[in-house]
């Protein structure tokens, strides 16, 4: 089956940018995304990219996708307090069938 | 923009009762719901996709007669948790994808913590 995995932690300064990485192995994936969860909350949507695009920028996300090694990563300029929250990616496969596979998860701190 | 809304947001229960979980698209029509459950900690698992009009398609694993999904409208995803036990605690998230022009994308509902007593 489907298999998106992150690293599980990173640790960065405010101001600095953070880069967040994924690697799956659908080579049908269509959609790829990344959502952001904040302690005790749902998802939230931070932006997505096609399976055809490299990249994709979005003020201070950036996201860049390499389709020949399936490794998609989120970078975030100036990285903020806020932004601190587990990041997940996710790939939706093709074939018309609308099932997301999550990654892990990478939780994201941000030090003052 | 789309909104996707579930209740309860949180619950507790005794075990072996049930416990039944909405989820709603508020400004869009969604054939396919889907549900997930989350454990501290750790990623979202599927556990079934929901189709409007016929039968969920559960994961490998998922209990179907204990997780009953039912999908009565185009707005609108139930889950049951039957004879919960407290193995059963966790946050449970659905999602309905949206057609927006060429593109589509899932949108999750905020979640529901249960918690089995």
């Known amino acids: 089956g489907e298999d998106v995995e992150q690293s599980l932690f990173l640790s960065v300064r405010e101001g600095d940018s953070s880069v967040i990485n994924c690697t799956y192995t659908?080579?049908?994936?269509?959609?790829l995304y990344w959502y952001k969860q904040e302690p005790g909350a749902g998802l939230q949507l931070l932006t997505y990219i096609f399976s055809n695009m490299d990249m994709k920028q979005d003020q201070r996300l950036t996201v860049l996708l390499n389709k020949k090694d399936k490794h998609l990563s989120l970078r975030i300029a100036d990285t903020q307090t806020g932004d601190s929250a587990i990041y997940f990616c996710a790939e939706r496969g093709g074939g018309g069938y609308q099932k997301v596979t999550f990654g892990t998860g990478t939780k994201l701190q941000v030090i003052p | 923009g789309a909104v996707v809304s579930q209740h309860p947001s949180w619950v507790i229960c005794k075990s072996g009762t049930s416990v039944k979980i909405e989820c709603r698209s508020l400004?869009?029509?969604?054939?396919?719901m889907f549900w997930y459950r989350q454990f501290p900690k750790q990623s979202l698992m599927l556990m079934a996709t929901?189709?409007?009009?016929?039968?969920?398609?559960?994961e490998q694993g998922v209990e179907k007669d204990k997780f009953l999904i039912n999908h009565a409208s185009l707005t609108l995803s139930t889950l049951t948790v039957t004879s919960a036990h407290p193995e059963d605690s966790s946050f449970y998230i659905c999602?309905?994808?949206?057609?927006?022009?060429?593109?589509?994308?899932?949108?999750f509902g905020p979640g529901t913590r249960l918690t089995v007593l």
């Open positions: 999602s309905a994808p949206r057609a927006s022009g060429s593109t589509d994308t899932q949108y």
């Open positions: 659908d080579s049908s994936s269509t959609y």
């Open positions: 400004d869009f029509q969604a054939t396919t």
């Open positions: 929901s189709n409007e009009g016929s039968k969920a398609t559960y």
